[in-house]
């Protein structure tokens, strides 16, 4: 599986984004999705992730409320919806794959996209 992630860029906070992360290979459907993130000199965080069939979708207790997760398998992409940006938000964001069920953990996650900046200003 190969990710590609889009959709960052810069906004001001209370702002919204929307990310996508299109995946290429005949067995997307079958993996849990997720979206990470990571600041300089930070380790790489769990925010979001998704089963393989969209449901049971969980989130770290910093974007709970905030963001969303979706998928469509039908176009092999997930998606994490942004609102109500903060500056605490602006990180390198990539999305992930993994076999392993709704697991946390980033070493549990073999496929990742290039990532994509979010930039939140104050």
């Known amino acids: 599986v190969q990710l590609q992630a889009s959709g960052g860029g810069l906004v001001q906070a209370g702002g919204s984004l929307r990310l996508s992360c299109a995946a290429s290979?005949?067995?997307?459907?079958?993996?849990?999705a997720a979206w990470f993130r990571q600041e300089p000199g930070k380790e790489r965080e769990i925010i979001a992730a998704?089963?393989?069939?969209?449901?049971?979708?969980s989130y770290a207790d910093s974007v709970k409320g905030r963001f969303t997760i979706s998928r469509d398998n039908a176009k092999r992409t997930v998606y994490l919806e942004m609102n109500s940006l903060k500056p605490d938000d602006t990180a390198v964001y990539y999305c992930?794959?993994?076999?392993?069920?709704?697991?946390?953990?980033?070493?549990?996650?073999?496929?990742w996209g290039q990532g994509t900046q979010v930039t939140v200003s104050s």
């Open positions: 290979g005949r067995s997307f459907s079958a993996y849990t």
């Open positions: 992930a794959a993994s076999l392993r069920g709704l697991v946390t953990n980033p070493n549990n996650y073999a496929y």
């Open positions: 998704i089963s393989w069939s969209g449901a049971s979708p």
